[in-house]
């Protein structure tokens, strides 16, 4: 792994300080959310990849652990346009994009957006409604654009998705077909916190939300210009070489259905880029690789139906995976 480091730091000082800076405005975003999200850093950093990597989070998680929460401190903490939808059975796809309506002063139709038009979109319980209104998303998430009656209408830009769902086994829910889950570059699980941080968040809730204190400390701008180094981020061949054994290994495996598609190969690649920017790092290195497996992979899965077991399908996939993983050597 040391090899890897050094044939990257040797760097100019330009770009040791375009390094910090960004490494600083992470941290402040960081620190603004985890002062909501509290004893959950892992996930509030996750959180971070996806958003300055340019993908979209599914957050899936039993009722009442912060979910929502966690896409409502993210928006807090930007200076940009937030939309929540409350997805329910009888949303319509109209609901999510928006449609045209008659203008009868001007004697013509006008198209008038939905709330996906947005730089953080909270689309809450996505799985409590119907799979043609979840379809709706598709284009937006894949494309950054949705089009209605022939007219292709841009996103704002940055555009973040944060879906929120209960696990597929809960009653009312409908699964998430595998063309829409494989739009979402991370998912997540958030978890019960442990009861010594539960005290502290059950304290601090007792005089307020702590979500009512937030105040922004990243712009739209800020946003974009991390998301440009995210790109500059250095991957050794080496590293891509091994997220192709990974890869490969998914779509051979005989306890797998399907495989990672090519979008979740991009989606690794680009997430790995976005955690070593979190750390403040110029370059990419295996455990980035290892530490995303997981979040970035598990539900682009479909496991075998011979190889079921008694967990959770989200974690059946996530158990295959840990295996598959053990079987592939890391560079050094």
């Known amino acids: 792994m040391r090899r890897l480091q050094t044939a990257h730091e040797s760097g100019g000082e330009a770009e040791a300080g375009s390094s910090s800076a960004a490494a600083e405005g992470v941290a402040r975003l960081h ?91 909270l689309a809450d319980e996505i799985n409590r409604t119907t799979p043609k209104t979840q379809s709706a998303l598709l284009e937006a998430m894949g494309e950054g654009h949705v089009t209605v009656e022939g007219t292709t209408y841009q996103l704002p830009a940055p555009f973040i998705v944060v879906a929120t769902q209960n696990p597929i086994e809960h009653h009312g829910t409908y699964p998430l077909p595998e063309s829409q889950l494989d739009r979402f570059m991370l998912r997540l699980r958030i978890g019960y916190p442990d009861a010594e941080m539960e005290k502290v968040i059950v304290r601090d809730r007792a005089t307020g939300d702590p979500l009512d204190e937030m105040r922004a400390v990243l712009s739209a701008a800020d946003v974009a210009a991390l998301q440009r180094e995210v790109a500059g981020v250095s991957v050794d061949d080496a590293l891509v070489d091994y997220l192709m ?47 995303l497996v997981l979040p970035v992979f598990a539900h682009r899965l479909v496991v075998n139906s011979r190889f079921s077991s008694t967990l959770r399908r989200s974690e059946e996939a996530e158990a295959v995976l840990r295996e598959i993983m053990k079987t592939i050597s890391v560079p050094l």
Do not use: W
Not at 37 to 53: C, F, H, P, Q, Y
Not at 277 to 291: F, G, S
């Open 31 to 121: 620190a603004a959310i985890e002062g909501v999200i509290k004893g959950k850093s892992e996930a509030v950093r996750l959180t971070l990849v996806a958003l300055l990597a340019g993908g979209h989070l599914l957050v899936e998680d039993v009722p009442g652990v912060g979910k929502t929460t966690l896409a409502q401190a993210l928006a807090r903490a930007l200076d940009c346009t937030f939309q929540r939808i409350q997805f329910t059975s009888d949303l319509l796809p109209s609901d999510v994009i928006g449609l045209s309506v008659y203008n009868e002063p001007r004697g013509a139709f006008e198209f008038k957006p939905g709330p996906i038009f947005a730089n953080v979109v």
């Open 245 to 291: 054994r990974i890869v490969s290994a998914t779509r051979n495996s005989e306890m797998l259905d399907l495989g990672v598609s090519p979008r979740g190969t991009l989606a690794l690649f680009r997430a790995a880029q976005a955690l070593a920017l979190t750390e403040d790092r110029a370059y990419c290195v295996p455990d980035d690789i290892k530490r």
